[in-house]
Protein backbone atom coordinates (compact mmCIF):
# COMPACT_ATOMS: atom_id res chain seq x y z
CA UNK A 1 0.00 0.00 0.00
CA UNK A 2 2.87 2.38 0.78
CA UNK A 3 4.33 1.88 -2.89
CA UNK A 4 0.95 2.60 -4.31
CA UNK A 5 0.62 6.20 -2.32
CA UNK A 6 4.26 6.75 -3.42
CA UNK A 7 3.33 6.68 -6.97
CA UNK A 8 -0.33 8.64 -7.02
CA UNK A 9 1.52 11.52 -7.13
CA UNK A 10 3.79 10.97 -10.07
CA UNK A 11 0.96 10.60 -12.31
CA UNK A 12 1.84 7.01 -13.16
CA UNK A 13 -0.80 3.95 -12.50
CA UNK A 14 0.12 2.01 -9.20
CA UNK A 15 1.68 -1.01 -9.64
CA UNK A 16 2.27 -0.66 -13.47
CA UNK A 17 3.88 2.51 -13.48
CA UNK A 18 1.38 3.10 -16.60
CA UNK A 19 1.37 7.00 -17.35
CA UNK A 20 -2.18 8.61 -16.36
CA UNK A 21 -2.80 10.48 -18.75
CA UNK A 22 -2.50 7.73 -21.32
CA UNK A 23 -5.37 5.98 -19.25
CA UNK A 24 -7.56 8.95 -19.27
CA UNK A 25 -7.15 9.55 -22.95
CA UNK A 26 -8.47 5.98 -23.97
CA UNK A 27 -10.94 5.79 -20.93
CA UNK A 28 -12.37 9.58 -22.47
CA UNK A 29 -11.81 7.83 -26.29
CA UNK A 30 -14.04 4.80 -25.66
CA UNK A 31 -16.55 6.56 -23.63
CA UNK A 32 -17.23 8.98 -26.79
CA UNK A 33 -17.30 6.30 -28.84
CA UNK A 34 -19.82 4.32 -26.59
CA UNK A 35 -22.22 7.65 -26.84
CA UNK A 36 -21.92 7.82 -30.85
CA UNK A 37 -22.96 4.78 -31.07
CA UNK A 38 -25.51 4.84 -28.84
CA UNK A 39 -26.82 8.17 -30.48
CA UNK A 40 -26.50 6.24 -34.05
CA UNK A 41 -28.53 3.40 -33.05
CA UNK A 42 -31.16 5.36 -31.54
CA UNK A 43 -30.92 7.30 -34.96
CA UNK A 44 -31.65 4.36 -36.96
CA UNK A 45 -35.09 2.93 -34.94
Not at 16 to 44: D, E, K, Q, Y
Amino acid sequence: MLGALASAGHGTLPFTGFPLWIAVVIAAALAMLGMALMRRGRATV
